[in-house]
């Protein structure tokens, strides 16, 4: 099992950027897909952005697509989202999790460790 712990939240006015950070403990990190999915006030948790073990692959949700950017740094056991012209509908509680194996998916259910996820409020 992985631990994971989420920081770089806050609160934030429309067009500014942030930086999530997510730390990982536990089995191999590097061996593992990275997710970021978040869940808005009222709505079902969705994706935002994956990357693969080696950080060769990334994918995106499409309403963050060009403005979110995800990466990892395997020897420091993190992955980043940065995200920037941030929009008031980013705002939710934003999440990390490791994925089964070492492939970047889409699908909530191919990740198996949770953080406990950040705060994002995004202000218009």
């Known amino acids: 099992q992985v631990q994971l712990v989420e920081s770089g939240g806050g609160l934030v006015q429309a067009g500014a950027s942030l930086r999530l950070s997510c730390a990982a403990s536990?089995?191999?990190?590097?061996?593992?897909?990275m997710g970021w999915f978040r869940r808005a006030p009222g709505k079902e948790r969705e994706f935002v952005a994956a990357?693969?073990?080696?950080?060769?692959?990334?994918l995106y949700a499409d309403s963050v697509k060009g403005r979110f950017s995800i990466s990892r740094n395997n020897a420091e056991n993190t992955v980043y989202l940065q995200m920037n012209t941030l929009k008031p509908e980013d705002t939710a509680v934003y999440y990390c999790a490791t994925g089964l194996d070492g492939r970047a998916t889409m699908t909530e259910h191919d990740y198996i460790d949770w953080g406990q996820g950040t705060q994002v409020a995004v202000s218009s």
């Open positions: 990357i693969s073990w080696s950080g060769g692959t990334t």
């Open positions: 536990g089995r191999t990190f590097n061996n593992y897909a």
